[in-house]
């Protein structure tokens, strides 16, 4: 259902190509974003533009192809989204995975590309759009995407947890530092979803389908999370219904955190 949340904003949502960067490229637009969706995938990038505007001819979406490993191209973006729409919000969700290992074994090519991606994809997005959320209407919003495992550390997941880790206090960094010019900051950290980078985990585990049914049974709600569930409350963070919320990590794990 259409909203009018998010009217008169520019959004870059970052690994829109599928997943949780596609169902909140989706439901921005809905919410009435103009939406510029980046992603490294052209294929899956132009389909989520593809999906956005079946649902809604009216909706403004525009692909990127961007990696966000390279600095100097998310400044491009970020240039040419702010010259031509302005930018007001800016959702770093591109990541990456890595098979699970003991920390001994992770070779060094593993860890400098989850390193890469996951944490200085998200340095590239701040870096290159905050000159532009400061210079905005004092009311501009940052959501970079972190993980539980940001929280608590998973077990032979090193380097992942190292990275959503240092998501989330850089999250908290760039909250303090921004804030006086109106910009808000927040992270999401999200349980096990079920999405494909999510997929990927539960291919290394022999039979899929029946690892991903016992990590379920490890959740309280007796399932994994879905992209439109961690999608949502990455529009409430961008909303003005956040707008005392900055510095925080949003956990949407299904209660797998209290257990």
Not at 87 to 104: I, Q, R, Y
Not at 134 to 141: I, L, M
Not at 178 to 195: I, K, S
Not at 204 to 211: I, N, S
């Amino acid at each position: 259902m259409a909203s009018t949340r998010l009217a008169d904003r520019t959004v870059l949502v970052t690994g829109a190509g599928s997943g949780i960067g596609r169902e909140t490229t989706i439901r921005c637009a809905e919410a009435g974003a103009t939406v510029i969706a980046t992603d490294v995938d052209s294929n899956g990038g132009q389909e989520t533009v593809s999906m956005v505007q079946e649902a809604d001819p009216d909706g403004v979406v525009e692909f990127e192809k961007l990696d966000v490993t390279n600095r100097e191209r998310f400044g491009e973006v970020a240039d040419g989204t702010a010259d031509q729409y302005g930018l007001d919000c800016v959702v770093n969700n591109a990541g990456t995975g890595h098979p699970p290992a003991n920390v001994e074994d992770v070779s060094d090519g593993t860890f400098d590309y989850v390193v890469d991606v996951n944490l200085r994809g998200v340095w590239n997005g701040c870096q290159a759009t905050l000159p532009h959320l400061k210079a905005g209407d004092g009311d501009a919003a940052i959501v970079n995407v972190s993980s539980l495992a940001g929280f608590l550390g998973f077990p032979k997941q090193s380097v992942y947890s190292l990275t959503k880790g240092a998501v989330l206090n850089f999250s908290r960094a760039v909250a303090a530092e921004a804030g006086p010019a109106g910009v808000r900051c927040n992270a999401v950290c999200p349980g096990f979803t079920d999405t494909p980078l999510g997929r990927q985990y539960f291919e290394t585990k022999g039979d899929p389908e029946k690892a991903m049914e016992k990590a379920a049974r490890q959740y309280p709600l007796k399932r994994l999370g879905e992209p439109e569930e961690i999608a949502e409350p990455i529009l409430f963070l961008l909303s003005e219904e956040a707008s005392w919320i900055s510095g925080h990590g949003l956990v949407v794990d299904g209660g797998f955190s209290i257990t």
